[in-house]
């Protein structure tokens, strides 16, 4: 996406692969004190953003064109103005190896659950991205989310006793590629990139649906006037079809810019939701409830899995 | 040799006299009593930025954190702590850290000492520096590589289970679990307590030894009543260290717990990055330190400081 953003405009895009986590204070700290950012522009999650944005360190984005042309995943939910704009969507899939499998993919997540699988279950070691899925995967449904979490809990304890393991992105791939899972929750990316690798792994969307949520840009505030109008042309370009169709396609997720072709191989994949139809088998939880629940689900999830 | 006669110098000789007048101007004769404490000024001054450091975390760790904002309140609370109390979870992590530190301390001294005490007594140099080239190569090889490695060989499809299978024994697990993480991190602090033990052990003459058993007392006696005593400086200062680094360790419990055997360090990475609470992070922060140092403090009140040639009494 930053070569052609090069080409066109003569400007060396550097990029930094602080994770995003650890960025995010760096960011913070800058702007508190007045100094000029580390970063110009910033990949991140949306909830990490929005955290950003709650923070008042993010320049509004309301000025880029074209902005009402994309699709209505794009806007950030319950914040005023564009403190950051959505650039794709992903899913948290359930990845499984299809050799433990033999029957099909699962059809649930409360297969999870089943002793055979003692061990080989996998989920990220902060909950994120199964949270809202836990709920229902424990018999509670989307209105339950975010006033009364106890079904999810309650599939964490069930969960807790088949001895899961927690991880990040890498270490499902390296899980997968070991043949040390058979099951896990994870963005399909990663699945979609382990199987381009050669690791026997697919995905499913089970019947209780799968979360999606969304990456954005946002850029720091207190750059240098000049500075901060290239870091809104880049952003700009990040939203118009050529950047959109690229980089998405690379990445194997649903763009914010709409009319855009999946790749092949994800065509009619429920985990590549492109019409209303698919994202009804999806749960989106709004970034503004993550940031509020966030900790206490954090906590509660860690009270259950450090048992 | 240098030509002093001739009245040149060479440019070391000049740049040294320079240095000389330049500290002669800042530093009068007068303070020349003080220079000692000139030499401890940079360590003075690292721990003066630890303190500083600590006092803005103390100050952090007495605010709550905003929602709406995720910024600390103004307010002065004792909310973090209290959270700290009132969530089993931060008091079992806290438990699981200080057994740890415990355990991996007493395994890595049990196994230590006869490490050290072959390598100084051993007549044979090539068993000296076999023991030498295995002590300090883990040092040249990272923490985070060492737990990957330790994943290839115990993992699940690891080399220990590849041979079991083979051997038609069922798959055993080894990884991702809490004796995993005392393992490694037993193996990671090896070779620290071994070097920490080994100047104390050298220390020791051999005729002291022989003098024990020429006394009558066998290797036993001689192990209890001559070597332990006198090996205590190493002992202790082996025992302090290992101690700190584990119950202060992030990675082993991170890499080969399997997400499940957090320490108070991975909690506190969580609060400070994952969920963005500084205070909570801050608090548990200080939590750690005071109960690192008052652990340390209770060790030396216990062995003495004068185990470690620090009495304050003048020779």
Avoid at chain 2, 133 to 155: K, T
Wanted: charged share 20%; aromatic share 10%.
């Amino acid at each position: 996406m930053t070569d052609p953003f090069t080409e066109m405009t003569g400007i060396p895009v550097r990029l930094d692969f602080t994770e995003d986590n650890e960025i995010k204070p760096k960011i913070w700290a800058a702007v508190d004190q007045g100094r000029v950012p580390p970063i110009h522009v910033n990949w991140d999650t949306t909830t990490n953003a929005t955290i950003s944005a709650l923070r008042g360190v993010t320049v509004d984005l309301g000025d880029l064109k074209g902005l009402d042309k994309l699709l209505p995943i794009a806007k950030p939910v319950g914040l005023d103005g564009w403190p950051l704009v959505n650039t794709y969507s992903y899913v948290y899939v359930c990845a499984y190896r299809p050799e433990a499998f033999p029957d099909g993919a699962p059809k649930s997540w409360r297969v999870m659950l089943e002793e055979r699988l003692k061990g080989r279950v996998a989920l990220y070691n902060d909950g994120i991205g199964f949270n809202p899925i836990a709920v229902l995967a424990g018999g509670g449904t989307v209105k339950d989310i975010p006033d009364n979490m106890e079904p999810g809990y309650e599939f964490y304890r069930a969960l807790k006793k088949n001895d899961p393991l927690l991880g990040e992105d890498p270490d499902f791939t390296t899980w997968f590629q070991n043949g040390e899972i058979d099951i896990a929750c994870t963005i399909s990316v990663n699945a979609r990139a382990a199987k381009q690798n050669g690791i026997d792994v697919e995905w499913t969307v089970p019947e209780e649906g799968c979360k999606v949520d969304t990456d954005g840009l946002w850029i720091p505030k207190g750059l240098p006037e000049n500075e901060e109008y290239w870091a809104k042309q880049l952003v700009q370009y990040a939203i118009g079809r050529d950047a959109q169709e690229k980089w998405c396609a690379a990445l194997g997720l649903p763009p914010v810019y709409p009319g855009l072709e999946p790749p092949a191989d994800l065509v009619g994949d429920p985990a590549y939701p492109t019409t209303p139809e698919d994202f009804k088998k999806l749960v989106r939880i709004p970034s503004p409830v993550l940031v509020e629940n966030q900790p206490v689900w954090f906590a509660r999830f860690k009270e259950i899995m450090q048992g | 040799m240098a030509d002093t006669t001739s009245g040149r110098k060479p440019v070391s000789w000049r740049m040294l006299d320079a240095v000389d007048r330049l500290v002669a101007a800042a530093w009068p004769r007068g303070a020349h009593g003080m220079n000692g404490y000139l030499f401890i000024l940079p360590a003075v001054a690292l721990v003066f930025i630890l303190i500083v450091g600590l006092g803005y975390m103390a100050d952090y760790s007495l605010h709550e954190l905003d929602l709406a904002t995720y910024r600390l309140k103004d307010e002065y609370s004792l909310a973090n702590y209290a959270a700290f109390f009132e969530r089993p979870v931060y008091l079992r992590i806290l438990g699981r850290s200080l057994l740890a530190a415990v355990i991996v301390t007493a395994v890595s001294i049990v196994l230590a000492f006869p490490y050290a005490y072959l390598m100084v007594r051993t007549q044979s140099a090539a068993i000296r520096k076999f023991l030498l080239i295995a002590l300090f190569l883990p040092f040249f090889i990272g923490q985070v590589v060492r737990a990957y490695g330790w994943l290839i060989i115990l993992g699940k499809e690891g080399f220990i289970n590849s041979m079991a299978t083979a051997l038609g024994l069922p798959p055993l697990d080894l990884i991702y679990n809490y004796p995993a993480v005392i393992f490694g991190l037993v193996q990671y602090m090896l070779p620290f307590a071994v070097l920490l033990l080994t100047p104390a052990l050298a220390a020791i003459g051999e005729e002291v030894e022989l003098a024990s058993e020429s006394l009558g007392a066998n290797w036993v006696r001689t192990f209890r009543h001559v070597l332990i005593p006198m090996a205590t400086p190493g002992l202790v200062g082996a025992s302090v260290v290992v101690f700190t680094l584990t119950l202060t360790d992030f990675a082993m419990p991170q890499i080969l717990g399997g997400g499940t055997s957090d320490f108070i360090a991975n909690a506190i990475y969580d609060s400070y990055f994952r969920i963005s609470n500084l205070g909570l992070g801050s608090a548990l922060s200080i939590i750690l330190v005071v109960i690192g140092s008052a652990l340390v403090a209770l060790i030396f009140m216990i062995a003495g400081t004068g185990t470690l040639g620090i009495s304050g009494r003048n020779k």
